[in-house]
C-alpha cells in the first residue's frame, strides 16, 4: 500500500479497494469528518475536500487585519523594465 509515513490511515471499501487515505497526524476535529465521510459512504458521491467545504459555514473567509501588511493595491509585478525594489513575499 505504499505507507511511508507514521501513522497512516487507509479506508478501505468492502472490496478492499482505498477509498481514503490519511497520512500524518490529524486533528480530532477532521477524524470526526472522516469517520462520517466513510462510514456514510459520501465517497461514493464525492471527494474527502468536496464533503468536507461543504460542511463549513462561512465559505469566504477573511483577511487579518495587521499593520504588518501592506494595503492595496499590491504591486506583485517584477521584469526588467519595472524591477523590484524590495524582496516580494506572497502568502
Do not use: W
Amino acid at each position: 500500500m505504499k505507507v511511508q509515513f507514521t501513522p497512516t490511515l487507509v479506508f478501505l471499501n468492502s472490496k478492499g479497494d482505498s477509498v481514503l487515505r490519511l497520512n500524518g497526524y490529524q486533528s480530532v476535529e477532521k477524524i470526526h469528518k472522516v469517520l462520517d465521510y466513510v462510514s456514510a459512504k459520501k465517497y461514493l458521491n464525492q471527494s474527502f475536500s468536496s464533503y468536507s467545504n461543504n460542511l463549513k459555514k462561512d465559505k469566504t473567509g477573511s483577511l487579518n487585519q495587521n499593520p504588518l501588511f501592506e494595503t492595496p493595491p499590491h504591486m506583485l509585478s517584477r521584469n526588467k523594465a519595472l524591477p523590484a525594489q524590495n524582496y516580494l513575499a506572497v502568502f
